[in-house]
């Protein structure tokens, strides 16, 4: 009788479509073709230094903001919310608002109550469209409100 081994492996499917993207309770429409969002901390977490005689000592960054890059079409009328969110935010510094990223098919929630436009996108014309790449930044963000 042969060996017969049953691989317990499934299949995974990821669709972009399922990646929603809101803004003060917006969804916003008219993301990249590509890569439309990415979530990052701004500080390392924990970081550690090594003395002379390999004494390490760490220390925990008390820093819980988060950038999120969110690149939209040059098509998209989100670009124009956003930049009336920039420009209240310059003028007023009233500019702030609610941001979630959420993977329907996925684990993926990220979610700020506080996050304003850090600075306006590079504005690109030329034969094709382009996209605008947006730089956001969080206020602190509780790990619970983070899930991968």
């Known amino acids: 009788m042969a060996n017969?081994?049953?691989?317990?492996?499934?299949?995974?499917?990821?669709?972009?479509?399922?990646?929603?993207i809101t803004i003060n309770g917006q969804i916003v429409s008219g993301v990249a073709d590509d890569s439309f969002v990415t979530?990052?901390?701004?500080?390392?977490?924990?970081?550690?230094?090594?003395?002379?005689?390999?004494?390490v000592a760490r220390a925990i960054d008390p820093n819980?903001?988060?950038?999120?890059?969110?690149?939209l079409l040059q098509t998209s009328s989100f670009n124009s919310k956003l930049q009336s969110y920039y420009n209240e935010d310059r003028m007023q510094g009233t500019g702030?608002?609610?941001?979630?990223?959420?993977?329907?098919?996925?684990?993926?929630?990220?979610?700020?109550?506080?996050?304003?436009?850090m600075r306006q996108?590079?504005?690109?014309?030329?034969?094709d469209t382009n996209n605008l790449e947006?730089?956001?930044e969080t206020g602190a963000i509780s790990d619970s409100n983070i899930a991968l």
């Open 4 to 20: 017969t081994r049953v691989l317990n492996t499934s299949v995974k499917t990821y669709n972009s479509y399922n990646v929603i």
């Open 39 to 55: 979530i990052e901390p701004k500080s390392d977490g924990v970081s550690s230094k090594t003395g002379c005689d390999g004494e």
């Open 64 to 71: 819980h903001q988060y950038q999120v890059r969110l690149v």
């Open 96 to 117: 702030v608002f609610s941001i979630q990223v959420k993977d329907l098919a996925g684990n993926l929630e990220f979610f700020a109550n506080q996050a304003w436009v």
């Open 121 to 127: 996108p590079s504005i690109v014309r030329g034969k």
């Open 134 to 136: 947006w730089m956001i």
